[in-house]
């Protein structure tokens, strides 16, 4: 089933690949138009959405319709090459990217595009190529693999110089936060401190309500003396994750701590909820709209 069988005709031609019959539509527009066309609304796997030129080459892969919009010297915007990017990142071309990169495309954002898209080949051909080019400052790439779980290719980045332990293990605390096991096995193994960030990795394990992160942080030596002090295990226990609450205080136990417990209760909540919304948000603001669970909402809503 043809993609753009409702869409202007210029986007008909990327997508049959009549070339002749593009170069005809495209002479039919001024440059100022041309950026601006957009294809209407395509239904894809994940929903409905519009596209751009750009973006339509790149969606159906085609890579002589591409080099010929781009060889039009229109004034194509940053973000109308980024969306492009997105795509053309998700393709199978390599060619699609070069293409872009030749035309605006930094070598970093192309990199993100292709970590975000799993692209093992592309962040492998980029990485070869562009090597000299790469600023391994910009840890974007690094943290979004961490933050998918996309394992193979955090550990390409970090054969290629990217700094596992940047700003603060950063990385760790995306992985913890995405339930990614597997990658939070892989940076503990490469020396990532679980106590980076005042504890953050286990703080942020509790609030998922992750037992088997909270235990293989505990087990890498995850220190338990300020979550208590921060309310964690009572957040726990309010919020019905009593495997983990139990663990926390049998830790404690062991450890000769008693939890400190704040029973005084103001008008609207007690200094436990108030403790524990704050330390909610503190997490969601860090780590932005995507550390959601059920108990950072219902704490924060309570």
Same mark, same amino acid.
């Given at each position: 089933?043809?993609?753009?069988?409702?869409?202007?005709? /210029?986007?008909?031609?990327?997508?049959?690949?009549?070339?002749?019959?593009?170069?005809?539509?495209?002479?039919?527009?001024?440059?100022?138009?041309?950026?601006?066309?957009?294809?209407?609304?395509?239904?894809?796997?994940?929903? +409905?959405?519009? *596209?751009?030129?750009?973006? &339509?080459?790149?969606?159906?892969?085609?890579? =002589?319709?591409?080099?010929?919009?781009?060889?039009?010297?229109?004034?194509?915007?940053?973000?109308? /090459?980024?969306?492009?990017?997105?795509?053309?990142? &998700?393709?199978?071309? *390599?060619?699609?990217?070069?293409?872009?990169?030749?035309?605006?495309?930094?070598?970093?954002?192309?990199?993100?595009?292709?970590?975000?898209?799993?692209?093992?080949? !592309?962040?492998?051909?980029?990485?070869?190529?562009?090597?000299?080019?790469?600023?391994? #400052?910009?840890? %974007?790439?690094?943290?979004?693999? &961490?933050?998918?779980?996309?394992?193979?290719?955090?550990? /390409?980045?970090?054969?290629?110089?990217?700094?596992?332990?940047? =700003? %603060? =293990?950063?990385?760790?605390?995306?992985? +913890?936060?995405?339930?990614?096991?597997?990658?939070?096995? *892989?940076?503990? #193994?490469?020396?990532?401190? +679980?106590?980076?960030?005042?504890?953050?990795? @286990?703080?942020?394990?509790?609030?998922?309500? =992750? @037992?088997?992160?909270?235990?293989?942080?505990?087990?890498?030596?995850?220190?338990?003396?300020?979550?208590? %002090?921060?309310?964690?295990?009572?957040? &726990?226990?309010? *919020?019905?994750?009593?495997?983990?609450?139990?663990?926390?205080?049998?830790?404690?136990?062991?450890?000769?701590?008693?939890?400190?417990?704040?029973?005084?209760?103001?008008?609207?909540? #007690?200094?436990?909820?108030?403790?524990?919304?704050?330390?909610?948000?503190?997490?969601?603001?860090?780590?932005?709209?995507? !550390? #959601?669970?059920?108990?950072?909402?219902?704490?924060?809503?309570?």
């Amino acid at each position: 089933m043809k993609k753009f069988l409702k869409s202007e005709a /210029i986007f008909q031609c990327i997508e049959i690949n009549d070339l002749d019959k593009l170069k005809t539509e495209i002479d039919k527009y001024s440059k100022a138009e041309l950026v601006k066309r957009s294809s209407g609304l395509i239904r894809h796997e994940k929903g +409905v959405r519009s *596209y751009n030129l750009l973006e &339509a080459c790149c969606f159906v892969e085609n890579e =002589d319709a591409l080099r010929e919009l781009l060889s039009r010297d229109l004034p194509w915007e940053a973000s109308r /090459i980024k969306g492009a990017a997105h795509l053309a990142a &998700a393709s199978k071309k *390599y060619s699609l990217i070069k293409l872009l990169m030749k035309n605006g495309l930094t070598v970093n954002e192309a990199l993100l595009d292709a970590c975000l898209a799993n692209n093992i080949e !592309l962040v492998k051909n980029i990485l070869l190529e562009y090597r000299g080019e790469i600023d391994l #400052s910009n840890c %974007e790439p690094l943290f979004s693999s &961490a933050a998918h779980g996309f394992l193979p290719i955090l550990q /390409i980045l970090e054969e290629n110089g990217f700094d596992l332990h940047a =700003d %603060e =293990d950063k990385a760790l605390c995306f992985a +913890v936060r995405g339930n990614h096991i597997n990658c939070v096995k *892989y940076l503990i #193994s490469k020396s990532a401190n +679980v106590n980076a960030q005042n504890e953050l990795p @286990l703080k942020t394990a509790i609030v998922n309500g =992750d @037992l088997s992160m909270v235990n293989m942080l505990l087990d890498n030596g995850a220190e338990l003396i300020r979550v208590a %002090e921060d309310e964690f295990v009572t957040l &726990a226990e309010r *919020y019905k994750q009593s495997e983990i609450a139990n663990l926390l205080r049998t830790k404690l136990a062991q450890m000769h701590i008693v939890p400190h417990l704040n029973t005084r209760q103001s008008t609207h909540a #007690s200094s436990v909820d108030s403790s524990a919304a704050e330390s909610a948000l503190r997490l969601q603001k860090r780590y932005g709209d995507k !550390l #959601s669970p059920a108990l950072t909402i219902k704490t924060i809503n309570d």
